[in-house]
């Protein structure tokens, strides 16, 4: 099997692209921002871009994000092994280095760092690599479906109780449990909000006193969407799908279905919340377990659509630019970390929290135009993004260099 798929990289650009759709709002705003427009206040511009890239890009991006993790650890495995090099060791090496730049990420820029906990499923992940494809398959949409489906009964029934609340029929016990929420809401938004607006040195000292285990909770909130999602991506890249296996007919119904289906249901769910106001109780549900199986199906639906345009695309200059910003995705995840907490952040241009919601599909546009402007320059001169060259480097620190030229190396 090869080690650079370009069909891979030309998703995982297309997917690094769209994770800044989302993450925008989180560099903006305080946390809670990117769970609903009426959080910390309702704009009505805001409110139509969060719609927006709730249905388009929520979740889908993050999903197409975690597939191709998946599929680039079994890549890795595999050139670790032509290179006579223990691929468990390699691998766990190379995942203790991500968890170390998750962590820096996390403390020195941003609460919302996925590299920690990708680190962690990783590692768990990889320890079933041996397993046959499609069981493998089978035990993660399983462990998906299941873990999401118990959840959603608890979510369901608390969009009941706020529901009944809001309308006045609540009991006293609900309406005091509702207004124990809402208070949550306003400290952590407080919180957040003091962070944002703080020098660096204190932002990075508030985070570091008040919250220094946060990316270990988020691992615990996003473990039954990565975990599972990672095996999929294994098993889908040992069974053909990034390498043209898989006829079209297949990949188009995957698509259709997909997409139709799983925008469907994102747009009802978005669209009931929006005709309620956004209650906040309902959209912390709604961003997570109501919303798993549509952003399974779009991400699943994505990918399809994507691995067909390939072909037609790769030669232009849309398709090179989108593979090469794919293959720089490490580097371009955390620039844009760093150029978005420059534009919002207190230490900074300070325009967190200033700048109108509305605004932000402007900055989205400005990022993508950045992430895409520089990586094939690059590429062209050093074969590999500068942060992922790093990683490579201090992975296989002390062992025998690779005949491999570094462009072609899966890391």
């Not at 820029?109 to 590692?123: N, S």
């Not at 999929?232 to 069974?239: I, K, S, T």
């Not at 790093?390 to 002390?398: F, M, Q």
């Amino acid at each position: 099997m090869p080690e650079r798929i370009g069909a891979l990289d030309f998703v995982r650009g297309v997917a690094v692209l769209g994770i800044l759709a989302i993450n925008v709002t989180g560099f903006w705003g305080p946390l809670l921002a990117t769970f609903s427009p009426a959080m910390p206040h309702l704009e009505s511009g805001g409110a139509v871009w969060f719609t927006a890239a709730y249905v388009l890009f929520e979740g889908k991006m993050r999903g197409l994000f975690t597939l191709l993790f998946g599929a680039s650890m079994m890549l890795f495995a595999d050139a670790a092994e032509r290179r006579g090099a223990n691929p468990d060791l390699m691998q766990v090496r190379r995942l203790i280095l991500l968890m170390l730049f998750g962590y820096a990420h996390y403390a020195l820029l941003w609460w919302g760092d996925i590299l920690l906990p990708y680190a962690v499923c990783g590692m768990l992940a990889f320890a079933l690599r041996r397993l046959a494809p499609e069981p493998l398959a089978a035990s993660a949409l399983l462990l998906f479906l299941a873990s999401h489906g118990l959840e959603m009964i608890g979510d369901i029934a608390a969009i009941a109780t706020e529901g009944r609340v809001l309308a006045g029929h609540g009991s006293p016990a609900e309406a005091a449990e509702q207004a124990a929420m809402m208070g949550r809401i306003a400290a952590s938004i407080a919180a957040d909000s003091q962070v944002l607006h703080a020098p660096f040195l204190e932002a990075v000292r508030i985070r570091l006193t008040t919250a220094p285990f946060l990316p270990l909770a988020n691992l615990g909130a996003t473990f039954f969407e990565t975990f599972p999602l990672m095996l999929l991506g294994m098993a889908l890249l040992r069974m053909g799908l990034f390498t043209g296996e898989w006829t079209q007919a297949t990949l188009r119904r995957m698509a259709v279905i997909g997409i139709g289906g799983g925008g469907t249901m994102s747009a009802a769910l978005i669209g009931w919340a929006a005709l309620h106001g956004f209650p906040p109780g309902a959209m912390f549900a709604i961003m997570g377990s109501l919303a798993a199986i549509p952003h399974l199906a779009m991400t699943l639906g994505y990918l399809a659509a994507l691995l067909l345009l390939w072909p037609r695309v790769n030669q232009n200059a849309a398709g090179t630019r989108l593979a090469a910003a794919g293959r720089c995705a490490f580097t371009n995840y955390l620039g844009t970390t760093f150029v978005m907490s420059a534009l919002f952040a207190g230490w900074g241009f300070g325009l967190g929290g200033v700048l109108p919601r509305a605004a932000l599909p402007l900055v989205v546009l400005a990022g993508w135009v950045l992430m895409l402007a520089w990586p094939r320059w690059w590429l062209a001169r050093f074969g590999q993004g500068p942060l992922e060259a790093l990683w490579r480097r201090l992975t296989w620190l002390g062992v025998p260099r690779s005949p491999l030229p570094p462009a072609a190396d899966a890391a």
